[in-house]
């Protein structure tokens, strides 16, 4: 399984930006996609989620309203929308699988993406 992120970049407050994660390697039947992200200094978060057969999807206290993760199934490809992007948003992210459904913890992740820098400017 490979994963792939693309779509970071320097962005203002209040813009937007959209995260891919290209998905090889497998079918991903009865597997959940996750976004986490990095800031420096801070430990990797579960920002989204959603889960592959049906398109459930989940999402971090922090980042609801603001993104909407969706995925692709034709096309192996899931996606993070990112709206009203805040300087707080600011971190590597990266996208994430794992056979089940979709966890909010980055150790019951076992496939990583090689992440993509997202900067907001004030």
């Known amino acids: 399984v490979q994963l792939q992120a693309s779509g970071g970049g320097l962005v203002q407050a209040g813009g937007s930006l959209r995260l891919s994660c290209a998905a090889s390697?497998?079918?991903?039947?009865?597997?959940?996609m996750g976004w986490f992200r990095q800031a420096p200094g801070k430990e990797r978060e579960f920002v989204a989620g959603?889960?592959?057969?049906?398109?459930?999807?989940s999402y971090a206290d922090s980042v609801k309203g603001r993104f909407t993760v969706s995925r692709d199934r034709a096309n192996s490809m899931v996606y993070l929308q990112m709206n009203s992007l805040k300087a707080e948003d600011t971190a590597v992210y990266y996208c994430?699988?794992?056979?089940?459904?979709?966890?909010?913890?980055?150790?019951?992740?076992?496939?990583w993406g090689q992440g993509t820098q997202v900067t907001v400017s004030s």
């Open positions: 994430a699988a794992r056979n089940g459904g979709v966890s909010t913890k980055t150790y019951e992740y076992n496939r």
């Open positions: 959603i889960t592959w057969n049906w398109g459930t999807s």
């Open positions: 390697g497998r079918t991903f039947t009865n597997y959940g």
